[in-house]
């Protein structure tokens, strides 16, 4: 049997419950939100509690989790000092790993091209290589991306997770159900429109 990663024992609040799972070298984990604005609250939760940022007594991290963060700047570094590839890579990414130089292979990406300028699938593919050039126990989502981008991604992933890694992927469809080892679908303990209000989402 593979490495134990993670082992959940199911996380209960006021709110949601989460059934129990384990996180093993090679499993790629969905874990299914809904396409509701309160999902981002619960994602946000469970990637604090997964990446051991916040503790919770029913989850234990045998090994440290890397979120995929979403390329984000202020209106203006965006508009007067656009970050390029380059400089994101070099401050982001291991240089000795192949997936420092991975986008490029996108030919008319260059060191020298405004992230500003690229669609979302491609944005997320630098985000996603930097982290995996350091680690290849990630968590990450799929916002803003088309079904080509997702499934790009996902089988990306899944390659680099094969042997002796491990991914938590937050989805809010099934549209990558068939790329996991385990599905796992919350349960709401409230009505979604009424957490909003009380969230104020």
């Known amino acids: 049997m593979k490495g134990l990663l993670i082992e959940c024992k199911g ?3 006021d709110y949601f419950y989460i ?17 509701h604005a309160v999902s981002t609250y619960v994602e946000e939760k469970l990637i ?6 916040e503790k919770h007594e029913n989850v234990t991290i045998y090994k440290p989790y890397t979120f995929v963060k ?5 209106r203006f570094k ?17 240089p000795k790993s192949e997936f420092a130089s991975k986008i490029y292979e996108i030919n008319w990406i260059n060191k020298k091209t405004h992230i500003n300028r690229l669609e979302g699938n491609n944005r997320k593919l630098i985000s996603l290589y930097s982290v995996l050039s350091k680690t290849n126990n990630i968590i990450f989502d799929l916002a803003a991306q088309d079904w080509e981008g997702m499934e790009h991604a996902a089988k990306i ?3 680099e997770i ?9 989805d809010w469809t099934d549209d990558l159900k068939n790329f996991s080892t385990k599905y796992i679908k919350i349960e709401w303990l409230i009505d979604l429109d009424e957490l909003r209000k009380i969230l104020n989402y």
């Open 78 to 94: 965006d508009r007067f000092f656009p970050a390029t590839v380059g400089e994101y890579l070099s401050k982001n990414a291991n």
């Open 11 to 13: 996380i209960e609040t």
């Open 48 to 53: 604090a509690i997964f990446t051991g940022k």
């Open 157 to 159: 992933v899944k390659d």
């Open 19 to 35: 059934p129990p799972f384990n996180v093993r070298e090679g499993d790629f984990v969905v874990i299914r939100l809904d396409n």
């Open 162 to 170: 094969e042997d002796n890694g491990s991914a938590i992927l937050f």
């Open 70 to 74: 979403h390329f984000r700047e202020s």
